[in-house]
T-cell receptor
């Protein structure tokens, strides 16, 4: 099976930077996704990494190290609207490329 | 496009009743996924379809759960009989392919079984 770990909760201040880590143990890795989910809403796609390195999209960046089974999502210049859960999901080729999600990290942005 | 459409948005029922959740994927998407989300277990894949054919139903918890996709624009998830432990938010998602394509989630159905 797959084991995906991410912290349960993080708190940060408006304007600051927060880094959400995700570690995974699996075979047949075929990509890692980050989704954002506001309370009571559906998950929405943020980023996708399949090769090692950093992908930047505006205030959000995602990093992947395949050899270490590690990814992080970096949120810069935090805004109040960034308060949400952030879900790490791993795609496994042997499992028909379906996604397995971590438990999510709830980020609370304070003024 | 209107995105993935799910109905109902909220459902409250009594234990033992049949529940049917509905999903309309984004037009042109070949893959459709049913997920369940709870505080305890997070977001879990129940079943997914490719071109209306069920590919993997290993996440379906038990025989009380069944899913169908009679055509490319409609899918149902049925629970019969329902139990209180089935209370959760059920999401439907669709994607164009299963390669690198993003899964787009519907708004979810919040099910409460009393």
């Amino acid at each position: 099976g797959q084991n995906i770990d991410q912290p349960t909760e993080m708190t940060a201040t408006e304007g600051a930077i927060v880094q959400i880590n995700c570690t995974y143990q699996t075979s047949g890795f075929n990509g890692l996704f980050w989704y954002q989910q506001h309370a009571g809403e559906a998950p929405t796609f943020l980023s996708y990494n399949v090769l090692d390195g950093l992908e930047e999209k505006g205030r959000f960046s995602s990093f992947l190290s395949r050899s270490k089974g590690y990814s992080y999502l970096l949120l810069k210049e935090l805004q109040m609207k960034d308060s949400a859960s952030y879900l790490c999901a791993v795609r496994i080729k042997a499992a028909g490329n379906k996604l397995t999600f971590g438990g999510g990290t709830r980020v609370l942005v304070k003024p | 496009d209107a995105g993935v459409i799910q109905s109902p948005r909220h459902e409250v029922t009594e234990m033992g009743q049949e529940v049917t959740l509905r999903c309309k994927p984004i037009s042109g998407h070949d893959y459709l996924f049913w997920y369940r989300q709870t505080m305890m277990r997070g977001l879990e894949l129940l079943i997914y379809f490719n071109n209306n054919v069920p590919i993997d139903d290993s996440g379906m918890p038990e025989d009380r759960f069944s899913a169908k996709m009679p055509n490319a624009s409609f899918s149902t998830l049925k629970i019969q009989p329902s139990e209180p432990r089935d209370s959760a938010v059920y999401f439907c998602a669709s994607s164009l392919t299963q390669g690198t394509d993003t899964q787009y989630f519907g708004p979810g159905t919040r099910l409460t079984v009393l």
